[in-house]
């Protein structure tokens, strides 16, 4: 790259000796590494002045007030070329790249995601803090268009591609509700919205979290990035790690703004259900009309995460729930998912009716025996009730031994599920058995299924056998 290689001489006064270009990302910027005798800088060649200029002018401001970004060197008059700080190759995607695939992350991979939301506060309101937004591109700041743009975006290049008839009218009534929700929450602020915060977007240098591609934020509410990254498609996050990630968050966020735990619970889901949207139909755009396939693959990972999102319904928008309802049901997005998913089958049962067959045609798994815990069922006050009531739970819990009971169960079964999502098994069944299969095993297995739920990305299905009820979590 000639232009790049006569601005590296140009800076360093040491012609390169190398100049390897980088893998490509999602957007039409192109990276390369350039080296000499005592330098090593990434150049990059933009097709937007107006971008490249924006991605200059953000750099800046946020090394000037003491920001982890790259620092801007030098570029060509036209910005089109531009050479900036090599932080290395260690992205925080590729670092945690195993930990994504189990669908299980370690103490490391958790301990580099905690340090990276825990920056984000700081880069979001300082950041934000006296910065010039007209530098920003393509726009200065989250408003109505912009809202606009990402439900078209969402309509036009996701939902009418996937086949699912939907009235317009009703639907714009719906944007339009949501749209007011949004700007509400945005109005007023003065934080810098990062726009596409992800892990592709931060380097871990030395141990410590940098931010890139910065170029398209905009004044913004703070929700949008959190949401970004916790609920990024293809990052497989347990509910259990997401619940830790949005609490590093808080605890950062309140050295700069108070907001009460359920606004800021209403206000996340808000922008979840935008970002997930906005994410299908860029997902759409880039498989669909720019026929880049591997945007596609990541379109069932989304879609799950909208699934687990409306099963709480957005009764404000009734209709774009019920569409919404439909797009996660549809069976060809499903079978875009070529990662084989585990099931989980949990049952309580009584043992005087005979042990819950294995109708996966595996075997294995576990069955445990609840009988040695202290049981409600011998007293009358609690015949009429089940594992499921507050009356026999607190009983259970106040004498103690049913906890230390489960946390053995805990440890067994997860380990198992983290082996079987390692080896792509489809299907583990745990059993609780007691007396009459209505207090102690159904306390157990309700418990387990929660648990299960909660920590790892699989499907959990339970079933308490004596009492007829099925569910899935």
């Known amino acids: 790259m000639k232009q790049l290689e006569e601005l590296f001489y140009k800076y360093t006064g040491e012609r390169p000796l190398s100049c390897e270009a980088l893998p490509l990302s999602g957007s039409n910027r192109r990276y390369y590494r350039l080296k000499s005798a005592n330098h090593s800088i990434i150049g990059a060649k933009g097709t937007s002045e107006e971008e490249n200029r924006a991605f200059i002018a953000l750099a800046k401001h946020f090394k000037s007030a003491g920001l982890n970004v790259p620092e801007f060197y030098t570029a060509t008059p036209d910005s089109i070329y531009y050479l900036q700080e090599d932080l290395g190759d260690d992205t925080l995607f590729k670092l945690i790249e195993q930990g994504r695939e189990r669908g299980s992350y370690g103490a490391k991979d958790i301990a580099m995601l905690k340090k990276t939301v825990a920056l984000l506060p700081k880069f979001q309101f300082e950041g934000g803090a006296d910065l010039d937004f007209g530098c920003c591109y393509p726009q200065a700041e989250f408003d109505e268009k912009n809202v606009w743009f990402d439900f078209n975006y969402f309509k036009y290049c996701f939902l009418k591609t996937s086949g699912v008839e939907f009235n317009e009218i009703r639907l714009h009534e719906d944007f339009t509700a949501m749209a007011e929700d949004l700007l509400a929450v945005g109005r007023n602020t003065s934080t810098f919205m990062y726009r596409d915060f992800q892990a592709r977007n931060v380097m871990m240098v030395k141990g410590k979290p940098y931010f890139i591609d910065f170029q398209g934020g905009r004044k913004g509410p703070f929700y949008y990035d959190l949401a970004s990254f916790v609920w990024q498609a293809r990052a497989n996050y347990s509910q259990e790690l997401k619940d830790i990630l949005i609490a590093e968050y808080k605890k950062e966020l309140k050295r700069y703004i108070k907001v009460s735990d359920a606004e800021f619970t209403r206000n996340l889901r808000l922008f979840v259900l935008f970002r997930t949207m906005q994410v299908l139909g860029a997902y759409g755009f880039r498989g669909y009309f720019e026929k880049k396939p591997h945007f596609l693959q990541s379109v069932p990972f989304a879609i799950d995460n909208l699934r687990k999102l409306i099963t709480k319904p957005f009764t404000r928008y009734p209709y774009l729930q019920q569409v919404l309802l439909q ?9 875009l998912r070529k990662e084989i998913t585990l099931e989980v089958h949990i049952f309580s049962f009584a043992y005087k009716k005979g042990i819950p067959l294995d109708d996966s045609g595996n075997g294995g798994g576990y069955i445990f025996d609840c009988r040695a815990l202290e049981n409600p069922g011998k007293y009358e006050k609690f015949r009429l009730f089940t594992g499921l009531d507050k009356e026999v739970i607190d009983y259970l819990e106040e004498e103690g031994g049913i906890k230390k009971y489960l946390s053995n169960v805990y440890d067994m079964v997860d380990a198992h599920v983290k082996r079987f999502i390692e080896r792509k098994f489809t299907h583990l069944q745990v059993c609780f058995g007691c007396t009459g299969g209505q207090h102690r095993s159904v306390y157990c297995a ?28």
């Open 446 to 473: 309700q418990h387990l299924a929660e648990h299960i739920a909660k920590r790892f990305n699989v499907r959990v299905k339970l079933t308490h056998r004596e009492l007829n009820i099925e569910e899935e979590l």
């Open 327 to 335: 797009l996660t049901k549809m069976r060809q997005l499903k079978d």
